[in-house]
């Protein structure tokens, strides 16, 4: 005997050892990094920047995930793969930490100047920014470090502000002083879409407005009694009778005693409520549009901090929500509180610092969004014509809503930590836009020529953090400075951009609008968006609720690559994920499944005198199979249906690989495989690791070195991607049919208690004997069947089984139980007569028929025919029974 040993892998595989190393290994080598080359296909994604006060989420999990698995098997297809890492300064959320970092020193920000406050900030940012990017490391990310870029940047803020400019200067910018979204506890203006509205429990107060010199009064409901001290007007429908009598009058606003005009528009719905509405022009966006109609005075009786001022004269000092309860206490003890309710109503929430929104009278910096749409239609146009695809394709007229119903975006914020805009203010009040000072002392100067830099004051606000973030696939590759770089004609645009759908306005719309403002074409080509990750009874994740797991947590029990598995195993695009850690208990199983396979493999002996050529017809088998996977996983690919992806390949090599073939090939106990043999399935082995490999590339990798001996920079990360090769469909189907056997045969011998290695005989009675001879070696070996005979009627006392019109028999040396026998039968009847209900509707769907392809019509008639003679037969088997 020439039999020779292999290295046995260890018994367990161990994933923290693995994931440090491997990781390790690709940076040292540079695996991640690239470079424009012209003999590329170059391959591009940009992050979506996690906010630099972030940590990592599940969230980010599933969508950095999801760009690993795109940008991984892209490198290995040879493409130059780029993906660009980096964070956001986050203005709001960022600023918030710095002052509560500040507060636990006993420094209140009001008493730094702006510059030491920003001090401060990039301490803060330099200190804690990076931690999140580190922390996807720990997942396998393959970013291109070396690109990392952070929205504050030098170069990118110098693109905030040329496009800042630009836009003032075509007339797209203007300010104006304009009811927004204000938050008491950021202390800064919100665009509409960082407003979350929530359902609440809310109470709905009923208010008497005496008329004056009367006793009559009307009743008016409001959910914020706490505003009546900003009321200017009582407005009624002017068509409601019962109030037709008070034109011209006037009512007394409780507790301040103020006379204020009744007004009559057509806005009132007469039959909502009491039909009355207390107007406060202030504190309500259609207040407002009410009092600029009208002409009322408007009275702000809010701090920027969302307590009540000077202006509302009662409980000055107070928080509004404090103010609220103790307004409807005085309203009560003065009798003209009606009545209060407990009512649900939607308010809006900020979407960073999670306060009630207030409206609020503001002068603020606006883009003119409906002039941007206008001079850009490709906005609306690429994504409807799927010039950029989105995928699920269900959020195109989500998308289209929201520009049918653009409003101007709101793009100024009352914080230090962001790009102060560019505008500086003339002792006058006029103002000049421009890059910097310098340019702004020049400007000033065509004004008044004896204007110096210290007679200007630049505005104190900043820019919207996603003023910045819509520039993100321009300004990485530094477009706007130098707009004919080799990197921006090279990587621009990009390839997929992997993103939340609720930030599908917030950013993906406006990067669109960016790309065809400033470059003249699309940022990207295909949006993935994915779903929210959901706990297992379908609430979001929150740190409030505390049912968000530590990803770094589940790394470290289950390795990155078992949550790898885990998260995109139940993650189809644009569905919530209903996240369960079993999930990664299974991708950890998985690895270890994928482990335990090649360790078999390697403990086997080789002699190289063996003969192996009755292991062909097996490894034909899973070669074919192998590439029907592939062909299936690319087409999955092309649809960005990773889900689906994963799971195919999971089948693969769970089913196919580890619970078939291996056992086809495996040698028995104690003796040796022969050389051929173990050389495909090595083979074969290294072309399932490469399919992996984007899912799971640690293990993959890993494994990869544990094959064989490889030679440096044989890495399985920059490893050629497979490539299909024709598919033996009739085989198989037909060692589908020789499993299907299999599985039938020990079903039989488990039902009546027989030992798994016990031998028994089949005979087989069929009008194709020779569709079955090539794998009957299979069925004897995983059967552990003796004679295989071919008759042409049933045998007795035998336990019978039907594939298509064709019957097996299984004698067996026991009293067979006629009725649980015609029991199996009838149900077997019932089934395959619902099987063929369903294909013959199918076959009757002339919607249907008209759109399938000739082969799916083929296969659907072939279930039909099938069906047709497993019924006869079965019917058969009843009577003979």
Request: glycine fraction near 4%; charged fraction near 25%; proline fraction near 4%.
């Amino acid at each position: 005997m020439t039999a020779t040993t292999n290295n046995i892998l260890q018994k367990k595989y161990d994933s923290k050892t693995s994931e440090a190393k491997w990781y390790q290994h690709w940076l040292d080598k540079k695996y991640f990094a690239s470079k424009p080359n012209k003999d590329k296909v170059p391959y591009t994604i940009v992050i979506p920047p996690p906010n630099v006060t972030g940590v990592l989420h599940m969230g980010h999990m599933l969508n950095n995930t999801i760009q690993d698995v795109l940008i991984r098997k892209a490198r290995m297809e040879g493409k130059e793969a780029c993906w660009v890492p980096g964070t956001d300064h986050a203005s709001i959320a960022t600023e918030a930490k710095v002052v509560a970092m500040l507060k636990e020193k006993g420094i209140d920000k009001k008493s730094l100047s702006r510059e030491d406050f920003l001090k401060y900030a990039w301490e803060w940012k330099e200190k804690y920014g990076g931690i999140i990017l580190d922390q996807l490391k720990k997942l396998g990310a393959s970013c291109d470090w070396d690109r990392t870029k952070f929205t504050m940047d030098a170069s990118l803020s110098e693109a905030v502000i040329e496009v800042f400019v630009n836009l003032y200067q075509q007339g797209l910018i203007y300010k104006g002083f304009r009811m927004v979204n204000w938050d008491p506890a950021g202390k800064t203006a919100l665009s509409d879409e960082e407003v979350i509205h929530k359902e609440v429990n809310s109470k709905m107060y009923y208010i008497k407005y005496k008329l004056v010199n009367s006793e009559e009064y009307i009743l008016v409901a409001t959910t914020r009694p706490e505003t009546i001290f900003g009321d200017t007007a009582v407005c009624l429908n002017p068509h409601d009778e019962r109030y037709a009598h008070l034109r011209g009058s006037k009512v007394i606003v409780p507790l301040i005693n103020k006379e204020v005009p009744v007004i009559f528009d057509d806005y009132i719905d007469k039959d909502f409520g009491t039909g009355a509405l207390k107007v406060t022009p202030a504190h309500d966006i259609n207040d407002y549009n009410l009092g600029q109609k009208h002409k009322l005075e408007m009275i702000d009786v809010f701090t920027e901090e969302g307590k009540m001022n000077e202006s509302a004269k009662f409980f000055v000092g107070e928080d509004r929500f404090v103010a609220r309860k103790k307004t409807a206490k005085a309203l009560e003890e003065a009798g003209l509180l009606d009545k209060i309710e407990d009512i649900k109503n939607n308010v809006g929430f900020s979407e960073r610092t999670d306060a009630v929104v207030e409206p609020r009278i503001s002068a603020q910096w606006f883009v003119d969004m409906k002039k941007f749409l206008h001079q850009n239609p490709e906005v609306l146009a690429s994504v409807m014509e799927d010039d950029i695809a989105i995928y699920p394709p269900k959020f195109k007229n989500t998308y289209r809503h929201w520009l049918d119903n653009i409003k101007d975006w709101c793009i100024s914020r009352q914080l230090w930590w962001g790009q102060q805009i560019p505008v500086w203010y003339l002792p006058d009040g006029n103002f000049v836009v421009a890059k910097n000072e310098a340019d702004a002392l020049l400007l000033a100067q065509q004004k008044d020529g004896k204007l110096t830099l210290t007679d200007l004051k630049q505005d104190e606000d900043v820019l919207d953090t996603w003023f910045s973030s819509w520039l993100w696939p321009i300004s990485v590759f530094d477009g706007f400075k130098n707009p004919e770089n080799e990197d921006i004609k090279y990587y621009y645009p990009t390839n997929d951009l992997v993103t939340a759908p609720e930030i599908l306005f917030f950013w993906v719309a406006r990067m669109i609008m960016a790309g065809y403002e400033f470059k003249g074409q699309k940022p990207f080509k295909n949006v993935y968006l994915t779903g929210i990750v959901r706990d297992k009874q379908g609430r979001k994740m929150s740190k409030s609720l505390g049912n968000s797991p530590d990803p770094l947590e589940l790394i470290e029990k289950h390795g990155a690559d078992g949550v790898r598995v885990g998260m995109l195993l139940s993650s189809p695009a644009g569905n919530d994920l209903l996240f369960d850690e079993k999930l990664c208990e299974q991708g950890r199983n998985f690895t270890n499944k994928i482990w335990n396979a090649l360790r078999l493999i390697k403990g086997w002996e080789v002699d190289a005198a063996l003969d192996g050529s009755h292991h062909q017809v097996a490894i034909d088998w899973f070669d074919a199979r192998f590439n029907q996977t592939l062909l299936e996983v690319e087409d999955d690919f092309k649809k960005y249906r990773l889900s689906e992806a994963l799971h195919t390949i999971y089948k693969l090599v769970w089913d196919d690989l580890c619970s078939w073939y291996l056992e086809m090939v495996k040698p028995a106990y104690e003796q040796p495989i022969d050389a051929y043999t173990y050389n495909q399935t090595i083979l074969l082995f290294e072309k399932v690791l490469k399919l992996i490999h984007p899912f799971m590339p640690f293990i993959s990798e890993e494994l990869w070195h544990e094959v064989k001996e490889r030679k440096e920079g044989d890495c399985l990360i920059i490893a050629s991607w497979p490539v299909a090769k024709p598919v033996n469909a009739a085989m198989v189907a037909q060692m589908n049919t020789a499993l299907e056997i299999t599985t039938n045969i020990r079903n039989i011998k488990n039902a009546n208690r027989l030992a798994k290695h016990e031998v028994v005989n089949l005979s087989i009675k069929t009008a194709n004997e020779n569709q079955y001879q090539p794998y009957l070696p299979v069925i004897q070996r995983l059967a552990m069947v003796g004679e295989i005979l071919f008759v042409n009627q049933k045998i007795e006392n035998s336990q019978t089984f039907v594939i298509h019109a064709d019957e097996f028999f299984v004698p067996l040396q026991i009293e067979i139980d006629v009725e649980k026998e015609r029991a199996n039968i009838l149900a077997e009847i019932t089934y395959t007569k619902g099987f063929l209900d369903s294909v013959e509707k199918k076959l009757g769907n002339e919607k249907f028929v008209s759109s399938a392809p000739p082969k799916v019509l083929e296969m659907e008639q072939k279930k039909k025919s099938d069906a047709l003679a497993k019924l006869k037969t079965l019917e058969e088997s009843l009577k003979n029974l």
